[in-house]
């Protein structure tokens, strides 16, 4: 190896990045005048792209490797240059720095409840949050969309614009689905699925790759969530006689074991308390009774019956009968005007001729049937 070769080997330019950020998506090389030497050993470790930008035109990307920077490995920037039979001095050209990793662990999440119709409560609001994992997958496309002239691009300056497009298409998923929103947390990763979809086209636009999205929580109001649980602990209470019986008895407990107040006032404020739990537990335990007044569709009260008498037969006291069946044994001839009957209001036994309400059966009871 000559003296001039061996000078000019020193003068090979090395262009390599070493990324010890966790949040940088773009680096710009930095280098005096942006001058590369014909030869000059570029390095893609794994989880970048380089990018060449000459005079504001994407030119030709790398793929992790390792690159002597001659004509043959840089056919756009050769086109673009007019190198038609290669070079040999400097040349001017931009290098970006891309990288292809993974950004896992970003938040996502409404700024403002969104208006849903659900089929249980009606129109409600509703809040969401998750997070989720991006990468660049087309290094040229997210220079030119999103990255311009940034020397350094970090994931703050895009997660905004996507966390827009999220909230943007979350609606479209929750009405899309279906799920009512009590049943949203055995959902999560459908509703994930939906979401998704519909976001994967959105950002393919912009160079990058939607690898994973969770919604981690869908939630309502504060006042709505509250009535919510009101709701569910009236269920878990179940019979609200039995509780109340329950609370009444505990609180006499309690307050039968407190210690004297001192004083009649003491007194008479633990006399009302036990009359006002009494009273409590009284109508628990007797719930009204069904009558004038109760609504539609209760059971009417039996219709009264007339008075009910007894007669003296044999001897015997029998009956009580009712006006049918008096008149059954007058015309059985059980049953005379000398007859003996007693009715309630009564003071003694008397003559069933000598009782109004009885004498007149007789009259409507035929006689016997003449013998043939």
Known sequence: MGLFDKIKGEFIDVIEWTDDSADTLVYRFRRHNHEIKHGAQLTVREGQAAVFIDEGQLADVFPPGMYALETENLPILATLKGWKYGFESPFKAEVYFVSTRQFTDQKWGTKNPVTMRDPEFGPVRVRAFGTYAVRVSDPGVFIKEIVGTDGHFTTAEVTDQIRNILVARFSDAMASSGIPVLDMAANYDELG??????VRSDLA????????????NVSMPPAVEEALDKRTSMGVIGDLSAYTQYQAATAIGDAANSPDGGGMAAGGMGAGLGFAMASQIGQALNPPQQGAGQPTGAKPPPIPQGAQF???MDGKQTGPFGTEALKEQIRAGQVTKETLVWAEGMAEWAPASSVEAVAKLFGAVPPPLPPS
Not at 193 to 198: G, I, M, P
Not at 208 to 215: A, K
Request: charged residues 35%.
């Open 193 to 198: 699925a939906k979401l998704d979809d519909r």
């Open 205 to 216: 636009s912009y160079g990058l790759e939607l690898r994973t999205l969770l919604v981690e």
């Open 310 to 312: 007894y007669a003296a």
